[in-house]
């Protein structure tokens, strides 16, 4: 199956500053990608679609400001939690739509952990 | 009412057992099923997808459509240790590209 990557794995920073994680698509290129956030033992919640050369289309209730999403390539989307709080503190997951085929179908990164102190 | 219910358990059974895992959505527009398998501090992993009522079969596992009754399943034979992780149904609709994500269901499978 496709393969996509996400840096860093695990992630902690300081209340207040910044953090980037990269979603990447290893062999195959995606226009589309999906930001997801899961919680201790609930499912995933769609942030935001980011389709590449394109503004990210967000879901209601999240904030744009504070999570930027960039798809530059075909093969790269970053999110970028800005002034992170303890409340950010969660597991963030990408995935990448595959090219072609009738269903939406969805590769998953393996997910970065963030923790705010 | 949610999209997409699942049990989230945790369920427990015996090696060698069947496990049978089940989703409700309530949105008669979903096409595409699919079942993903999650193991602890990882991205899910796609397992089935299907689009069709009925039945489609992959070794082991075996996923069950039925439109009719907005229910989906997900069968385990001949259960191993190595399945046990958290199995998450997902749902989308024709045209677009969103999924709608069960809460997952836990199991263990127990040597």
């Known amino acids: 199956g496709a393969v996509v990557s996400q840096h860093p794995s695990r992630v902690i920073c300081k209340s207040g500053t910044s953090v980037k994680i990269e979603c990447r698509s290893l062999d195959f290129q995606a226009t589309t990608m999906f930001w997801y956030r899961q919680f201790p033992k609930k499912s995933l919640m769609l942030m935001a679609t980011s389709n590449e050369g394109s503004k990210a289309t967000y879901e209601q209730g999240v904030e744009k400001d504070k999570f930027l999403i960039n798809h530059a390539s075909l093969t790269l989307s970053t999110l970028t939690v800005t002034s992170a709080h303890p409340e950010d503190s969660s597991f963030y997951i990408c995935?990448?739509?595959?090219?072609?085929?009738?269903?939406?179908?969805?590769?998953f990164g393996p997910g970065t952990r963030l923790t705010v102190l | 009412q949610k999209e997409v219910e699942q049990d989230p358990g945790p369920l427990s059974v015996p090696e060698g057992a069947i496990v049978s895992l089940n989703c409700t959505y309530s949105?008669?527009?979903?096409?595409?099923f699919m079942w993903y398998r999650q193991y602890s501090r990882k991205g899910p992993e796609l397992l089935m997808y299907?689009?069709?009522?009925g039945n489609k079969e992959d070794g082991r596992f075996t996923a069950q459509v039925d439109k009719s009754s907005k229910y989906i399943s997900l069968f385990i034979r001949d259960s191993q240790p190595s399945d046990s992780a958290t199995y998450l149904c997902?749902?989308?609709?024709?045209?677009?590209?969103?999924?709608?994500f069960g809460t997952g269901t836990q199991l263990k499978v127990e040597l």
């Open positions: 949105n008669s527009a979903f096409q595409y």
């Open positions: 995935s990448a739509k595959a090219p072609g085929g009738p269903y939406n179908e969805q590769f």
């Open positions: 997902a749902i989308g609709s024709g045209g677009g590209n969103k999924l709608t």
């Open positions: 299907t689009y069709s009522s």
